[in-house]
């Protein structure tokens, strides 16, 4: 198809054009994929359907003119505030993903640093854990990026970060799990360097933070990452990931509400009059917001307890499964449910073992450094801990035959 259709199309053959269009996409609903997707059940995603339905052509731009959504909208950030450490001067803005929230933390740390510190030449101090969408903000908004290594224990060094701020640093970084190992940086203690030097610290929780105060409520030992933490400015935090909603809602949570008029945009420049937001869009979907909020009030608190529960289940079940077969081994530390497992055997090609499980329809979420593939687990694993350990094994035999391709370690990641 070349162009817009003469003659428009009917509803059946729309519908059964796009069903057979997904025919070689990956079975997301067998568990078989370990990103891009959270998923719990059908009842969840039908009540995420039909809240978005129920506010489907609603703009959430237009808040005066539906202030359903803005109520909507500040209960969302309420309960996670609540959930997230926020005392009473605390606020949020909801987002469209994790890019976005910690966009707007990046530019309210340039613009609060510039305001009131004359800074022109910012620069963020961060781990090399860090998500890259930092690296992207901070080529848009004119930061230089100062990436750390991390230390042997794959948390935030927080001696060498010190080492890298100057007069012109606008803000540091933790991430409360980093994506690459799974682990938290030591947040209270980047948070202290935070208050000693007066710069901004953002803690990027867009993994861990609808999962990490449950899985610490199982009994696993979870840092403080809070916003309660003295020197936390502010957090990332993604509904549409362990909040369980569908995609397209995140949050930026301040400690203190006025920090926001930092991300703020505002100017009265054409003819139409005055135009503010708190956002990068300007147009947005009511839909998601509705569908966020209903995600929340139908799981409640033993919901998610729920989905921590099968989360670290289905983690204990595939890290003791893939430890004890001969020339695996899992890295360590790794918190909540992410992990990397690689091999630990000079014969066994960890890309032809990646290159059997793909064969079996398992898409690889292949690790870079160290060498290795790379999980990020959410409920419906559970139900395939098992049979996961068990076509590791498979593959595994697969490999050492010789009789396999091989994927490589640099295939792109989001």
């Known amino acids: ?166 007069a012109d640093t606008v803000a540091i970084v933790g991430s409360a799990p980093n994506y690459p190992f799974g682990t938290f940086d030591p947040i209270e203690r980047l948070a202290a360097l935070a208050v000693e030097r007066g710069v901004w610290m953002h803690v990027d929780a867009c993994v861990g933070g609808f999962l990490a105060p449950y899985v610490r409520r199982l009994g696993h030992d979870v840092t403080p990452f809070e916003l309660s933490v003295p020197g936390v400015t502010s957090m990332s935090a993604d509904i549409h990931k362990h909040g369980m909603a569908p995609k397209g809602a995140s949050l930026l949570l301040v400690s203190d509400a006025a920090d926001r008029e930092w991300h703020k945009f505002e100017s009265r420049a054409w003819q139409r009059g005055p135009y503010a937001a708190y956002t990068t869009q300007g147009t947005r979907p009511g839909g998601s917001v509705a569908a966020a909020w209903a995600s929340m009030q139908h799981l409640g608190d033993e919901g998610y307890m729920r989905c921590a529960r099968l989360i670290m289940e289905a983690k204990a079940i595939m890290t003791g499964g893939i430890a004890a077969i001969p020339g695996l081994e899992i890295l360590t530390p790794s918190d909540l449910g992410i992990f990397v497992w690689r091999s630990v055997d000079p014969t066994l090609d960890i890309g032809k073992v990646a290159a059997a499980m793909d064969a079996e329809g398992w898409l690889m979420g292949r690790q870079q450094e160290p060498d290795g593939i790379h999980l990020h687990l959410n409920p419906i694993h559970r139900e395939v801990a098992e049979e996961y350990v068990e076509a590791v094994s498979r593959a595994v035999a697969a490999a050492r035959s010789g009789t396999t391709a091989r994927i490589g370690a640099n295939e792109r990641t989001y």
């Open 1 to 166: 198809m070349t162009g817009i259709p003469a003659k428009g199309r009917d509803r059946a053959s729309i519908l059964a054009d796009l069903t057979a269009r997904k025919h070689g996409d990956r079975d997301w609903r067998r568990g078989r994929l370990a990103v891009y997707f959270y998923w719990l059940d059908e009842e969840l995603e039908r009540v995420q359907q039909e809240a978005y339905l129920a506010f489907w052509t609603e703009n959430n731009l237009g808040q005066r003119a539906y202030p359903s959504l803005k109520a909507i909208e500040d209960e969302v950030i309420a309960m996670s505030l609540s959930l997230l450490g926020g005392g009473g001067r605390a606020g949020g803005t909801f987002t469209s993903g994790g890019s976005e929230s910690i966009f707007l933390a990046m530019m309210a740390a340039r613009n609060k640093a510039r305001a009131q510190r004359g800074v022109r030449r910012p620069n963020i101090v961060l781990p090399n854990s860090a998500h890259l969408t930092f690296d992207r903000a901070a080529e848009a908004l004119g930061i230089e990026a100062r990436r750390v290594s991390v230390g042997a224990d794959l948390r935030a060094d927080v001696a060498a970060m010190t080492a890298r701020m100057d």
